[in-house]
């Protein structure tokens, strides 16, 4: 099992960016996949996760600004990250929800 994620950079506030999670060795559609981020010196939260399902939720903090989906035949979950704050600039992981494999992290900052 592997999760990949991918597309994080330097964004100035209000910008955007997507995060990819590229999964091998599972099918993504048949499992919960969740983003989280963790800021220097705070704990890891949850931001978003996709059942197998399809149905979405969200953090209140995020909630209508960021978009998470799912491409089956790519194996991909994306999180679509729109009018970026400071607050935001975090790395920024995927996991399987209630399994303990989590990709590397992409670092995401944005600048005021």
């Known amino acids: 099992v592997q999760l990949v994620e991918s597309g994080g950079g330097l964004v100035q506030t209000g910008g955007s960016l997507t995060l990819s999670c590229a999964a091998s060795?599972?099918?993504?559609?048949?499992?919960?996949i969740g983003w989280f981020r963790q800021a220097p010196g705070k704990e890891r939260e949850g931001v978003s996760c996709?059942?197998?399902?399809?149905?979405?939720n969200y953090a209140d903090s995020v909630k209508g600004r960021f978009t998470i989906s799912r491409d089956n035949a790519r194996k991909t979950v994306y999180l679509q990250m729109n009018s970026l704050k400071p607050e935001d600039t975090a790395v920024y992981y995927c996991?399987?929800?209630?399994?303990?494999?989590w990709g590397q992290g992409t670092q995401v900052t944005v600048s005021s």
């Open positions: 996991t399987i929800i209630g399994y303990n494999y």
């Open positions: 060795g599972f099918t993504p559609n048949n499992y919960n």
């Open positions: 996709i059942n197998s399902g399809g149905i979405t």
